[in-house]
């Protein structure tokens, strides 16, 4: 079993910034890639970046050039570093376990933490 645990959510305005991070504990040697997604009241769940454990990484375009994912593998921590943010960035954002790349199936979800944007 591998659980998540994440921390830094929060309400900013327009324009700021926040950093999102993600613990993973537990069955951590089955985890492949990490990844955040959100979802917004009323919309799907949806991808926001991936990060494989060499470090391959996957983004929305939506989030293209605002956003930066990273790991930290001996710490076995996730980070979402979200700048310029915008009010349709609102959303509960979910940290995201899987054990080949998250395109093919997520493995653990965390709790979420929720990202509101003011305008």
């Known amino acids: 079993q591998v659980q998540l645990v994440e921390h830094g959510g929060g309400l900013v305005q327009a324009g700021g910034s926040l950093r999102l991070s993600c613990t993973a504990s537990g069955s951590i040697f089955s985890i492949n890639a990490m990844g955040w997604y959100r979802q917004a009241l009323g919309k799907e769940r949806e991808l926001v970046a991936t990060?494989?454990?060499?470090?391959?990484?996957d983004y929305a375009e939506s989030v293209k050039g605002r956003f930066t994912i990273s790991r930290d593998n001996p710490k076995n921590t996730l980070y979402l570093q979200m700048n310029t943010l915008k009010p349709e960035d609102t959303a509960m954002y979910y940290c995201?376990?899987?054990?080949?790349?998250?395109?093919?199936?997520?493995?653990?979800w965390g709790q979420g933490t929720q990202v509101t944007v003011s305008s």
């Open positions: 990060i494989s454990r060499r470090g391959t990484i």
């Open positions: 995201a376990a899987c054990r080949d790349y998250c395109s093919l199936g997520v493995y653990r």
